[in-house]
């Protein structure tokens, strides 16, 4: 018997799972009908609810997720949610929901949260950052009718299900983490087999702040999930939790969600004199840029986009000595493909320097140098990236802050962002 509930598997350039969403939905009874990016939004108004599968949208430029939550679709689905339909984003597809604001569920749909880079610690010891992948056990941490995605599981129950993603951790202001806990919005947490847990690896496999596995909004039918239910038989109940909210009428929650969201400004850059900075530039074509590029000039900016990977060194002792052998070593740069490059001095270009506000990859290639290579004299390294903004026509000044309010080179909960003159 053909099942009455049609599910919207959105699919975006880049998207590699769904295979096992169709097979997941299939297995609980539920209809899947794949639906691409390009496809006419509206059509999506004929479906009972939605997932968006993971993988690698726009190959995860700039930023994992930020390219498909500007796609018009995005757009669609928020009017969907708004008639209560339930919508499923897993791994890339969580991170989309977050870069849209579809989750926690802001006025406006304000981001709020940022899916930052892993990073794996042990005894105060960086261990790893980056993509992960490991099987990870989930305790249910809400009460069953909470969620759309929760409702065939009961509170505490564990289910072990695969994790893949490298850009997985959950972060926010601790003032927006103890709303979402007092509205009961943090939905799975990470665990050990006994259900406790403790903020370390490997049981928090990626880092995330109070080993958050996934969030909901705060009404209850969207739901952002970093690990992979869809690859196994142990995350159906999530699935079926989602057709019995669809057969229930949509029964969403009457929780707000109210925090003041500080506004994020562009500071000017500066460096001491004890730090060298290296702006790397490619010497092949820079798809990533290219790619941002394209989606300021689809958004209405007409301007040239450059972009190098900036790194802040900090030494003591015998800086040229020092600097020779982490160039040496290949840490930093490619000699193959990359070399240290100049700053984009001129009046039609702004640079904008972001950096991860927890920079674990600059921490990560400190004590790789320091202990690896032997290296003596390192104090600190940050990594960040520059953005560089010009216009074909007209003044960049008058369309900056427009720009940077799309979110699209810096989530302002996660990095830092500097204009450098």
């Keep these: 018997m053909q099942s009455d509930i049609n599910i919207g598997i959105i699919q975006f350039p880049g998207s590699n799972t769904e295979r096992e969403t169709i097979m997941a939905c299939n297995r609980v009874g539920m209809k899947p009908i794949e639906f691409l990016w390009n496809e006419n ?36 689905l928020a009017i969907e949610s708004n008639k209560n339909k339930p919508i499923l984003g897993i791994c890339n597809g969580a991170q989309i929901l977050v870069e849209s604001g579809l989750v926690p569920g802001f006025k406006n749909n304000q981001v709020g949260i940022a899916l930052a880079d892993n990073k794996r610690i042990k005894n105060g010891q960086v261990l790893g950052v980056g993509y992960y992948n490991t099987w990870a056990k989930l305790k249910m941490n809400s009460e069953p009718k909470r969620c759309a995605f929760t409702r065939s599981l009961k509170k505490d129950q564990i289910i072990k299900i695969p994790l893949a993603h490298g850009e997985g951790r959950f972060d926010m202001p601790e003032s927006l983490l103890d709303n979402i806990i007092i509205n009961d919005q943090a939905v799975y947490l990470y665990c050990d087999e006994k259900g406790n847990t403790p903020n370390e690896f490997p049981i928090n496999p990626n880092g995330s702040l109070y080993n958050l596995a996934a969030v909901c909004n705060n009404k209850g039918n969207i739901m952002a999930i970093m ?30 969600l109210v925090h003041n969201q500080e506004s994020s400004s562009l500071k000017d850059y500066s460096i001491d004199d004890s730090c060298t900075e290296w702006l790397v530039n490619m010497i092949i074509t820079d798809n990533e840029a290219t790619s941002v590029q394209n989606m300021f000039i689809q958004l209405g900016y007409d301007i040239v986009l450059t972009r190098q990977t900036h790194w802040e060194i900090k030494t003591v002792g015998k800086r040229e000595n020092i600097l020779k052998k982490i160039e040496a070593s290949g840490e930093l740069y490619n000699s193959n493909k990359e070399f240290i490059g100049e700053r984009e001095a001129n009046e039609a270009t702004i640079s904008i320097l972001v950096h991860q506000k927890e920079d674990m990859h600059g921490r990560l290639k400190k004590e790789s140098l320091t202990d690896r290579f032997q290296i003596d004299g390192l104090v600190k390294i940050k990594r960040g990236v520059v953005w560089n903004l010009s216009t074909k026509r007209g003044n960049i000044e008058t369309v900056i802050n427009e720009i940077l309010e799309t979110n699209i080179l810096f989530n302002p909960l996660s990095h830092e962002c500097y204009r450098i003159n």
């Design 41 to 76: 939004p509206k059509n999506l108004s004929n479906l009972n609810g939605y997932i968006i599968v993971g993988g690698f949208s726009y190959e995860d430029r700039s930023r994992a997720g930020v390219i498909a939550a500007l796609d018009p679709i995005m757009k669609q």
């Design 227 to 256: 690990p992979h239910p869809e690859r196994t038989e142990n995350g159906d109940q999530i699935f079926s939790s989602m057709k019995e909210f669809i057969k229930m009428g949509n029964p969403i929650t009457n929780h707000v």
